[in-house]
């Protein structure tokens, strides 16, 4: 019995560590806070170049950064003394080993430090919303530690020098606008670009995948028309699961009917998501309509799996457990697929099993949720 207790104690700590979309930080902030989030316009971006030979010239960082901010149109403030909503915070450095600023200016051995191995060059995004750092922050780095190294190799001069224009060229491509306008809530700003004809498809993909774990309701109608663009129909699939219930009939219908087997998994993707998400069981009869489906796509099916087993009704354990007897008499180590479906079908009835077990326990034993709170946080991951 302690051994137990260890393990769920074990398990519901790991629900604490696992990561969160940066805007889950937003539940931490009051109402009034979180409306001055989602009325930001006006911005001050403060930037900071350090070298292991002192400061260097951050102009160009900054104005990488208010250029960036400006395709979301957000308006950018040079003079401090200017009215502004948010201060959006730069620090560059060529070693960045830990996080934080002491009083002498000098990075901070944080235990919360997001780049405790790092030695190299990097830049740390954060912001204040007034006089307060919310815990949102950001980082990118160099594809190289060494920067003196680098440097030599690409007869690149001064490494400090050489270090900081790198660091310039990756935030030309990190989309740090989109994620922050995801944490500020602000649809609107994201579905504006989605629609221009210049964006990229590779930018639109984020876009959507944003406008989905942000839950934006205004989202919606965007993301049905999406689902006629080939190249953007897969993305927009799992965006719908995180909208929520609405999302059911669509999914369930290109589930069924689409003859696109990669729309298809998404699909049931999305399905899994609502399901886990909100509870709602109802995505478990188009799952189980279609699980061993003639003709289906081994890709499909494990994606079916994946989302049964998100979903805690006992109506799918028989089925899984069915194909799952099927599917272990075949040997195919080299079939990646098949093996694919068989990690699924074992973490889906699995957790389907610890349902029925915590159905039938005593309100002593509710503890024991942590064990499903933990699996499918990583299954998330997995599938």
Known sequence: MRATLLLVTLACAIVVLIPLPS???????????????EKIQTLRIDVIALTDKGAADAAPLADVAARRMNELEYAVVQDGGKP???????????????????????????????????????CQLTYLLGDMKVKWQKEVRTDFEDAESAAQAAHGGEPGAYAIAKLREKLELYDFPLLLTAEWGQPNRLLKLLDAADTPKTRKIKIISLLGEMQADAALPKLKQALQDRELNKEAAVALGDLGPEGIPILADIL?????????????????????????????????????????????????????????????????????????????????????????????????????????????????????????AWSTDIS
């Not at 805007?23 to 989030?37: G, I, P, V």
């Not at 948010?86 to 934080?100: D, F, N, P, R, S």
Request: charged share 30%; net charge neutral; with cysteine.
């Open 23 to 37: 805007w889950s930080y937003r539940d931490h902030l009051t109402a009034e806070q979180k409306a001055q989030l």
């Open 256 to 376: 069924k009917t689409s003859k696109q087997t990669d729309l298809q998994a998404a699909a049931a993707k999305g399905l899994g998501k609502i399901g886990g998400i909100n509870g709602d069981v109802r995505v478990v009869d188009p799952l189980l309509s279609m699980l061993d489906a003639p003709g289906l796509d081994i890709r499909v099916q494990t994606e079916i799996v994946w989302a049964l087993g998100k979903v805690p009704d006992k109506r799918s354990l028989a089925p899984l457990k069915a194909l799952y007897k099927k599917v272990l008499v075949i040997r195919d180590p080299e079939n990646k697929d098949l093996q694919a479906l068989k990690e699924a079908l074992n973490w889906s009835t699995k957790q389907l099993d610890l349902d029925e077990h915590l159905s039938q326990a005593s309100p002593d034993d509710e503890f024991l949720l942590c064990f499903r709170l933990v699996s499918t």
């Open 84 to 122: 502004h909503d948010a201060v959006l915070k730069i620090k560059c450095e060529q070693h960045k080993t830990w996080e934080g600023t002491t009083v002498a200016g000098g990075d901070a051995d944080l235990p919360d430090a997001p780049s405790r191995l790092w030695k190299g060059p990097a």
